[in-house]
T-cell receptor, first 112, second 116 residues
Framework: QKEVEQNSGPLSVPEGAIASLNCTYS??????FFWYRQYSGKSPELIMS????GDKEDGRFTAQLNKASQYVSLLIRDSQPSDSATYLC????????????FGGGTRLMVKP | DTEVTQTPKHLVMGMTNKKSLKCEQH?????MYWYKQKAKKPPELMFV???????INESVPSRFSPECPNSSLLNLHLHALQPEDSALYLC???????????????FGNGTRLTVT
């Protein structure tokens, strides 16, 4: 069974700090990796996609992928209270079409 | 703002009612999805349409009936639901059909369904 694991949190960081969110996956055939942000009562919003090993930066967000370790992470620099949300890791395997496997999500709390 | 539009935003229905959820996208995406999400849980896949054909049904009870009238529209018909079906129902779309693995999902704002 394909699994995507995240620490449920809450992960609490002070405003201005770096928040580090982690995700591990079990299927070595996984090819595409996505991070979604979901505010309470709202729908998931895509914030990062990453497909190859290494780092990908977009503004305050950096996604890191290590396929050998089956590990993907999201770093949020200069965390703001508005970043407080649940972050969902989603993974897609080659041959799975566009079926994503979601992790359980990590709740991030950024304290002023 | 999302490019996937869902209506209604909120729906309260009795167990004997029949209602429909609607979803529309104009991004030219060829795959559309229905997800169900309970509180503090990740989205749970229900159905996938690829090129207007139902390609995946994740063993969803028959009281949920999907319909894809065209490539831009997706409906979910509801009948004889149970209180435990109360959840946030999310529509999503992606660029490729089921053969494309690089396309992220784009979610609508969801319909908050309460079954009384």
């Amino acid at each position: 069974q394909k699994e995507v694991e995240q620490n449920s949190g809450p992960l609490s960081v002070p405003e201005g700090a770096i928040a580090s969110l982690n995700c591990t996956y079990s299927d070595r055939g996984s090819q595409s990796f996505f991070w979604y942000r979901q505010y309470s009562g709202k729908s998931p919003e895509l914030i990062m996609s990453i497909y190859s090993n290494g780092d990908k930066e977009d503004g305050r967000f950096t996604a890191q992928l290590n396929k050998a370790s089956q590990y993907v992470s999201l770093l949020i620099r200069d965390s703001q209270p508005s970043d407080s949300a649940t972050y969902l890791c989603a993974v897609n395997a080659l041959g799975a079409g566009n079926m994503l496997t979601f992790g359980g999500g990590t709740r991030l709390m950024v304290k002023p | 703002d999302t490019e996937v539009t869902q209506t209604p935003k909120h729906l309260v229905m009795g167990m004997t009612n029949k209602k429909s959820l609607k979803c529309e996208q104009h991004m030219g995406h060829r795959a559309m999805y229905w997800y169900k999400q309970k509180a503090k849980k990740p989205p749970e896949l229900m159905f996938v349409y690829s090129y207007e054909k139902l390609s995946i049904n994740e063993s969803v009870p028959s009281r949920f009936s999907p319909e894809c009238p065209n490539s831009s529209l997706l409906n979910l018909h509801l009948h004889a639901l149970q209180p435990e079906d109360s959840a946030l129902y999310l529509c999503a779309s992606s660029q490729g059909g089921t053969g494309g693995y690089n396309s992220p999902l784009h979610f609508g704002n969801g319909t908050r369904l309460t079954v009384t």
